[in-house]
């Protein structure tokens, strides 16, 4: 009879529209996690990881011995740095400010992500207190170790008559520049300008201290 196959020919059609939709959407929900960060817990980080590699239980230091030569001298698991032959990352230097909650909490989940998927862990990780300028005016801030640093600078070629300015104009440190009450310029002047002279000085210290440690690039 012809409706009964006008009927299945119906049936057919939306089977085939509900299969092609539930695919659609399943690769689409594949699609849209695929790219997503995995949560690290302690589910999912290795027991023998969970902590410094420098005083973790056997299982890692049979991991270190059984490991090729390359990667138990490098840099990183030995703490120290020869520039020469050196075939890993020498350390990574983790700019913050440790009385910023959001800034310490983000360097403890660094270092639980480079215990658990990096071979030397946190060795590799250098915490680098940053320059704050807004506690310039408490004597706070690192003000000191950026003075100490920039007077290692160079001075520019000023003239006698700019004999007696300040430190920070002979050295050309002008993110320095304070007030008589040892306020930051660059704070006075607002947002962005007091992130640019946190940021600059802590990137500043970070490279002296490494040279200060004789660390060659």
């Known amino acids: 009879q012809p ?24 690769l ?23 902590r ?3 005083t973790a239980p056997a299982p890692w230091d049979k991991e ?9 001298t490098s ?7 020869r520039a020469a032959g050196c075939v890993e990352l020498p350390e990574v230097q983790v700019v913050y400010l440790p009385h910023v909650p959001a800034d310490a909490q983000r360097l403890a989940r660094l270092r639980s992500e480079y215990d658990a ?3 030397c862990g946190r060795c590799a990780l250098r915490p680098a207190p940053g320059v704050d300028p807004h506690l310039w005016v408490t004597g706070g801030g690192r003000y000191a170790e950026v ?8 001075e520019v070629p000023l003239g006698p008559a700019m004999a007696s300015s300040p430190w920070y104009v002979r050295h050309n440190i002008k993110y320095a520049q304070v007030d008589e009450r040892n306020r930051s310029a660059s704070v ?4 962005p300008y007091d992130h640019h002279c946190g940021c600059t000085l802590s990137h500043f210290v970070v490279w002296m201290r490494a040279r200060e440690r004789g660390l060659t690039s």
Do not use: I
């Open 52 to 54: 410094d590699p420098r």
């Open 117 to 119: 998927h990096t071979p």
């Open 75 to 81: 840099c990183a698991c030995r703490a120290q740095c």
């Open 64 to 72: 270190l011995a059984e490991a090729p030569a390359s990667l138990t």
């Open 28 to 50: 689409f929900r594949k699609g849209s996690h695929a790219g997503a960060p995995v949560a690290l817990s302690d589910s999912t980080v290795p027991p023998h990881r969970s």
């Open 188 to 191: 006075l002047q607002g947002f």
């Open 3 to 26: 409706w009964l196959g006008r009927w299945q020919l119906w049936v057919f059609l939306a089977s085939a529209v509900v299969g092609l939709m539930t695919t659609v959407l399943l």
């Open 147 to 154: 003075k100490r640093f920039g007077m290692q600078v160079p």
